[in-house]
């Protein structure tokens, strides 16, 4: 029968201390993030059609997809080296498996572990009574199970491991390192999935670039609907919306610093262009659903009227003067 070391075989030095400490932050990072990955890629292919969680937003999903690769991407070989290390110190000193402050962390580790396998198995349960157990859930829960359960077995199988005589040979065994080559080959396939889905970086900056020109476009739409409603026309030129008491400033394109197009079409109408590196996406636009917005909105009002195509890209604006009454208007009534 293995006993276990013998308390105090080992004192604990501050690299001992730190280094465990580290290696379990980092997993526990490593983790978090991996979910993320998980859950924005399932937002990303499955959409929820009523737009409840938050998801419907393809380009936010994009961006939490990158923040999670960018952690992934550091915390996981980060915890891999740390625990490379820790295995190394075992090694050469057994009785540093016996440390409290490795038992506590790991204890610790296999009781988060538990409780969230237990948590995802009764909200999967709670929400097969209430008829709502969606492809979507399943999937989620599915990735909360595998990463708590793969955790869970590798440090309960490693407190049975160290719990021999000191003097036995620490080899790990076949299947436990092909059980690690399969978790790492996962995690890397995971990320690599991410840039297919959230796009290269070089597409990101083109993307953010898109974003900021209709930001601009935005902005300078409703200039233009206040410079009409104080003035009861149209400006002829953009410049002449510049107005240093509010700190108006016409914008200009982001990557260029060409001037966006501009044309008066009619009494009450106007266009304006812009160039763009990408067309919108054609999920942020159609594939899901649009939430009601009561007017007024705010500086984000025609948010969904911005679809465009690669390259100039014109949008045509039509004032409703019962709508966006001028000023001298207002006034009378009042």
Same mark, same amino acid.
């Given at each position: 029968?293995?006993? =276990?070391? %013998?308390?105090?075989?080992?004192?604990?030095? =501050?690299?001992?201390?730190?280094?465990?400490?580290?290696?379990?932050?980092?997993?526990?990072?490593?983790?978090?993030?991996?979910?993320?990955?998980?859950?924005?890629?399932?937002?990303?292919?499955?959409?929820?059609? @009523?737009?409840?969680?938050?998801?419907?937003?393809?380009?936010?999903?994009?961006?939490?997809?990158?923040?999670?690769?960018?952690?992934?991407?550091?915390?996981?070989?980060?915890?891999?080296?740390?625990?490379?290390?820790?295995?190394?110190?075992?090694?050469? &000193? $057994?009785?540093?498996?016996? @440390? #409290?402050?490795?038992?506590?962390? +790991?204890?610790?580790?296999?009781?988060?572990?538990?409780?969230? *396998?237990?948590?995802?198995?009764?909200?999967?349960?709670?929400?097969?009574?209430?008829?709502?157990?969606?492809?979507?859930?399943?999937?989620?829960?599915?990735?909360?199970?595998?990463?708590?359960?793969?955790?869970?077995?590798?440090?309960?199988?490693?407190? /049975?491991?160290?719990?021999?005589?000191?003097?036995? $040979? #620490?080899?790990?065994?076949?299947?436990?390192?092909?059980?690690?080559?399969?978790?790492?080959?996962?995690?890397?396939?995971?990320?690599?999935?991410?840039?297919?889905?959230?796009?290269?970086?070089?597409?990101?900056?083109?993307?953010?670039?898109?974003?900021?020109?209709?930001?601009?476009?935005?902005?300078?739409?409703?200039?233009?609907?206040?410079?009409?409603?104080?003035?009861?026309?149209?400006?002829?030129?953009?410049?002449?919306?510049?107005?240093? *008491?509010?700190? *108006?400033?016409? =914008?200009?394109?982001?990557?260029?610093?060409?001037?966006?197009?501009? &044309?008066?079409?009619? $009494?009450?109408?106007?266009?304006?262009? %812009? &160039?763009?590196?990408? $067309?919108?996406?054609?999920?942020?636009?159609?594939?899901?659903? /649009?939430?009601? +917005?009561?007017?007024?909105?705010?500086?984000?009002?025609?948010?969904? +009227?911005?679809?465009?195509?690669?390259?100039?890209?014109?949008?045509?604006? +039509?004032?409703?003067? &019962?709508?966006?009454?001028?000023?001298?208007?207002?006034?009378?009534?009042?």
């Amino acid at each position: 029968m293995n006993q =276990p070391l %013998a308390p105090g075989a080992a004192k604990v030095t =501050p690299k001992d201390f730190f280094l465990h400490l580290f290696a379990i932050v980092m997993l526990y990072a490593a983790a978090a993030n991996v979910l993320v990955l998980a859950f924005q890629y399932v937002n990303a292919l499955i959409p929820d059609q @009523l737009g409840f969680d938050g998801d419907f937003y393809l380009p936010g999903v994009h961006d939490r997809i990158r923040g999670a690769l960018a952690a992934v991407i550091i915390t996981f070989p980060a915890y891999f080296a740390a625990s490379f290390a820790l295995q190394k110190t075992y090694r050469a &000193e $057994p009785a540093k498996a016996g @440390l #409290r402050v490795r038992k506590w962390l +790991t204890y610790f580790t296999l009781f988060v572990a538990a409780v969230v *396998i237990v948590g995802d198995l009764v909200a999967l349960l709670n929400r097969f009574l209430e008829g709502d157990l969606t492809a979507k859930f399943i999937l989620k829960t599915t990735s909360v199970f595998l990463v708590a359960a793969v955790i869970f077995a590798y440090y309960l199988w490693e407190i /049975k491991f160290y719990r021999v005589p000191e003097d036995t $040979p #620490r080899r790990f065994p076949r299947n436990i390192l092909i059980f690690i080559g399969t978790v790492s080959t996962s995690v890397v396939a995971l990320v690599v999935a991410g840039f297919f889905i959230a796009g290269s970086p070089k597409e990101a900056r083109l993307l953010r670039f898109d974003d900021r020109r209709i930001q601009d476009l935005q902005s300078t739409q409703s200039w233009i609907i206040d410079y009409w409603k104080n003035k009861s026309r149209l400006p002829e030129k953009l410049d002449d919306l510049r107005d240093d *008491i509010q700190g *108006i400033r016409v =914008p200009v394109d982001p990557a260029t610093g060409a001037s966006y197009t501009y &044309e008066v079409t009619g $009494p009450l109408s106007f266009t304006l262009c %812009a &160039e763009f590196a990408r $067309p919108s996406s054609a999920d942020a636009q159609g594939r899901y659903p /649009k939430m009601a +917005t009561p007017y007024p909105v705010g500086q984000y009002y025609g948010e969904e +009227t911005w679809a465009h195509e690669a390259g100039k890209s014109c949008f045509r604006r +039509t004032i409703d003067p &019962e709508v966006y009454k001028p000023q001298r208007e207002m006034e009378n009534i009042k």
